[in-house]
């Protein structure tokens, strides 16, 4: 398991794009038959890329948890992004088709992963946060997600927003989950950008050409600085910074969040004149 220890609101504003890359941005998540695993000390979160070819993968612990397994303080939520596949928790196993998302529940002993075909395997990714109580594990289609359409073809932000494991669909303890697919000519993942000091937010960007990148924008407003980042790489953001991207083409990311509530609508707008 990688470590990632993360800059304060002071220190990035001198540090270097590669310092920040090291502070918030994970290694390639999806490595065909191994999982990657990094810890973020923003919210104590685990970021996961699986990818299980010929051979099931299992969620091991570390001793760094401190834990007997994985999941014993701790919830996760996975959404596969590449092909069919199935996950077991503790005997019971659920497919997943792609864009599919798996809540975990505290307590889980036993998840494990595996593809359908391993010429075209399933690439799970899982955010995992701490747990207070146990409750369920739930399997959400993407087709059972709450569906939100925003912005406009105009302003170059046209996009569809998937929330699977929020409140009314998943009984979570911190962890809302989802994803944004952006439409065609659109390239901007919010707009406009905001913050919200409640929660912090992990993201993951993908259905992108691996020659595109999309410039993840962080920082507070009046120090701005942009990341590019590849297909298949995660970026956690603090509270204090904001949380705005602009890609070059358009893309998919998974957003996860964890902190002081689940309210998806909890956010401070700020305008794009506001940026320096």
């Known amino acids: 398991m990688d470590f990632m220890f993360s800059a304060d609101i002071r220190s990035y504003k001198d540090m270097r794009n590669g310092e920040l890359r090291e502070a918030f941005v994970t290694q390639q998540l999806f490595v065909d038959g191994e999982i990657k695993l990094t810890y973020t000390d923003v919210d104590r979160g685990v970021i996961a890329g699986i990818t299980p070819t010929?051979?099931?993968?299992?969620?091991?612990?570390?001793?760094?948890?401190?834990?007997?397994y994985?999941?014993?303080?701790?919830?996760?939520?996975?959404?596969?992004?590449g092909g069919n596949g199935t996950i077991t928790v503790d005997g019971e196993t659920y497919a997943m088709a792609n864009k599919d998302s798996l809540y975990i529940a505290k307590e889980s002993k036993e998840v494990q992963f595996t593809s359908e075909d391993p010429a075209?395997?399933?690439?799970?990714?899982?955010?995992?946060?701490?747990?207070?109580?146990?409750?369920?594990?739930?399997?959400?289609?993407?087709?059972?997600?709450?569906?939100?359409?925003?912005?406009?073809?105009?302003?170059?932000?046209?996009?569809?927003?998937f929330q699977?494991?929020?409140p009314g669909i998943?009984?979570?303890?911190?962890?809302?989950?989802?994803?944004?697919?952006?439409?065609?000519?659109?390239?901007?993942?919010?707009?406009?950008?905001?913050?919200?000091?409640?929660?912090?937010e992990i993201y993951?960007?993908?259905?992108?050409?691996?020659?595109?990148?999309?410039?993840?924008?962080?920082?507070?407003?009046s120090e701005v600085r942009p990341l590019p980042l590849e297909p298949g790489?995660?970026?956690?953001?603090?509270?204090w910074s904001i949380h705005s991207g602009v890609g070059t083409t358009n893309y998919t990311f998974v957003w996860a969040m964890g902190g002081e509530?689940?309210?998806?609508?909890?956010?401070?707008?700020?305008?794009?004149?506001?940026?320096?």
């Not at 594990?137 to 709450?146: E, F, G, Q």
């Not at 009984?171 to 929660?199: A, I, Y």
């Not at 020659?211 to 507070?220: A, I, P, Q, T």
């Open 120 to 161: 075209n395997p399933a690439k799970f990714y899982l955010v995992s946060y701490p747990a207070h109580r146990v409750t369920k594990t739930v399997h959400v289609p993407k087709s059972d997600a709450k569906r939100i359409e925003l912005g406009a073809q105009e302003t170059s932000n046209e996009r569809t927003i």
């Open 70 to 81: 994985f999941c014993q303080r701790r919830e996760a939520g996975v959404i596969n992004i």
């Open 54 to 68: 010929t051979q099931a993968i299992d969620l091991p612990t570390h001793k760094e948890l401190a834990a007997d």
């Open 170 to 200: 998943v009984d979570s303890c911190q962890l809302v989950m989802g994803m944004t697919e952006l439409k065609p000519g659109s390239v901007w993942n919010t707009k406009p950008p905001h913050t919200h000091f409640r929660r912090t």
């Open 204 to 221: 993951m960007y993908f259905d992108l050409p691996e020659e595109e990148r999309v410039f993840h924008l962080m920082g507070e407003p």
């Open 261 to 276: 509530n689940q309210e998806f609508d909890d956010m401070d707008h700020i305008t794009v004149a506001d940026l320096k």
């Open 164 to 166: 699977s494991i929020r």
């Open 233 to 239: 790489v995660a970026i956690a953001s603090p509270s």
